[in-house]
């Protein structure tokens, strides 16, 4: 069974640092292109980073320079690091990945909140 599992969320102030994890269990982790989304009350989930299999990354444009996603396949984990935090960056964060095949898994989420 696949499952992704995130961690690293919290409460930040303004200026502050998260690193967020996305753990893979039940899949070639390797294989999959990876992708962090996100979600603010009351808004649609958008795409934050995305890093395939083949390491090409991809980055929101409202995030790119404060945010870096990348990967450590031998321990079947994607992560995204996010610098200099603003208070719209609150939201639940959620990893995606997707095999080859097409079949996309989804994580639970974890929640950032960033206070002014």
């Known amino acids: 069974q696949v499952q992704l599992?995130?961690?690293?969320?919290?409460?930040?102030q303004a200026g502050g640092s998260l690193r967020l994890s996305c753990a893979a269990s039940g899949i070639i982790f390797s294989?999959?292109?990876?992708?962090?989304y996100r979600q603010a009350p009351g808004k649609q989930r958008e795409?934050?980073?995305s890093l395939t299999r083949d390491n090409i990354t991809n980055y929101l444009d409202h995030?790119?320079?404060r945010v870096t996603?990348?990967?450590?396949?031998?321990?079947?984990?994607?992560?995204?690091q996010m610098n200099s935090l603003k208070p719209e960056d609150t939201?639940?964060?959620?990893?995606?990945?997707?095999?080859?095949?097409g079949a996309v898994y989804w994580g639970k989420g974890t929640q950032?909140?960033?206070?002014?």
């Open 31 to 36: 294989l999959l292109d990876m992708g962090w």
């Open 69 to 80: 996603t990348s990967r450590d396949n031998a321990k079947n984990t994607g992560n995204l």
């Open 47 to 49: 795409l934050v980073a």
């Open 63 to 65: 995030v790119e320079g």
């Open 112 to 116: 950032v909140i960033v206070s002014s």
């Open 5 to 12: 599992v995130e961690s690293g969320g919290g409460l930040v």
């Open 91 to 101: 939201a639940v964060y959620y990893c995606k990945a997707v095999r080859p095949s």
